[in-house]
T-cell receptor
Framework: ETGVTQSPTHLIKTRGQQVTLRCSSQ?????VSWYQQALGQGPQFIFQ???????GRGNFPPRFSGLQFPNYSSELNVNALELDDSALYLC??????????????FGEGSRLTVL | EDQVTQSPEALRLQEGESSSLNCSYT??????LFWYRQDPGKGPEFLFT???AGEEKEKERLKATLTKKESFLHITAPKPEDSATYLC?????????????FGKGTKLSVKP
């Protein structure tokens, strides 16, 4: 059983640029969520995808967007980067129903630095 | 507004010195409470899920308990390898299953 994998692990961008982060879900999981974690803070929910559609969104602007593919892999896209977007971006997969619904398994994250 | 508060922010223990971490929550309807461990620069690692008041879960030196307003993570005879940030999160009714509301965490340091 493979876990959640994310790429790239680290990247540096400049303000105004665009970034794409990628995630492969744990096998057997059908939903993927993305979180932003600033230094010293808990993760904050960006959005969730299920059946290739957005299935819930946190308090993040539209320049944060995503995709889920038929193989349950996922992308997070951020346009017009701002300095405050510097953070660890976490991908998490899980099941949308059943006794373990809500239990999320996280990847190692992508550390984004915006200069 | 749904909210999770963890205390203390940081805790230093000597090896073998047992203690507890607190997670208090104010939510509209609790669907589940989750504990995670996070090592520096890594993603959170799932530890426990608790669903109803009175429930307890154990794993090695860790024991999680739940009341109607808070959860405790008890650490018995900790070892240096238990050093990490422990995160508490809640899932509420009415939200998507992937929307966990996290606290800021408790950073635990265990000295040999």
């Amino acid at each position: 059983e493979t876990g959640v994998t994310q790429s790239p692990t680290h990247l540096i961008k400049t303000r105004g640029q665009q970034v794409t982060l990628r995630c492969s879900s744990q096998s057997g999981h059908n939903t993927v969520s993305w979180y932003q974690q600033a230094l010293g803070q808990g993760p904050q929910f960006i959005f969730q995808y299920y059946r290739e559609e957005e299935n819930g969104r946190g308090n993040f602007p539209p320049r944060f967007s995503g995709l889920q593919f038929p193989n349950y892999s996922s992308e997070l896209n951020v346009n017009a980067l701002e300095l405050d977007d510097s953070a660890l971006y976490l991908c998490a997969s899980g099941l949308v129903a059943g006794p373990r619904a809500g239990e999320l398994f996280f990847g190692e994250g992508s550390r984004l630095t915006v200069l | 507004e749904d909210q999770v508060t963890q205390s203390p922010e940081a805790l230093r223990l000597q090896e073998g010195e047992s203690s507890s971490l607190n997670c208090s929550y104010t939510v509209s309807g609790l669907r589940g409470l989750f504990w995670y461990r996070q090592d520096p620069g890594k993603g959170p690692e799932f530890l426990f899920t608790l669903y109803s008041a009175g429930e307890e879960k154990e794993k090695e030196r860790l024991k999680a308990t739940l009341t109607k307003k808070e959860s405790f993570l008890h650490i018995t005879a900790p070892k240096p390898e238990d050093s990490a940030t422990y995160l508490c999160a809640v899932l509420v009714y009415g939200g998507s299953q992937g929307n966990l509301i996290f606290g800021k965490g408790t950073k635990l340091s265990v000295k040999p």
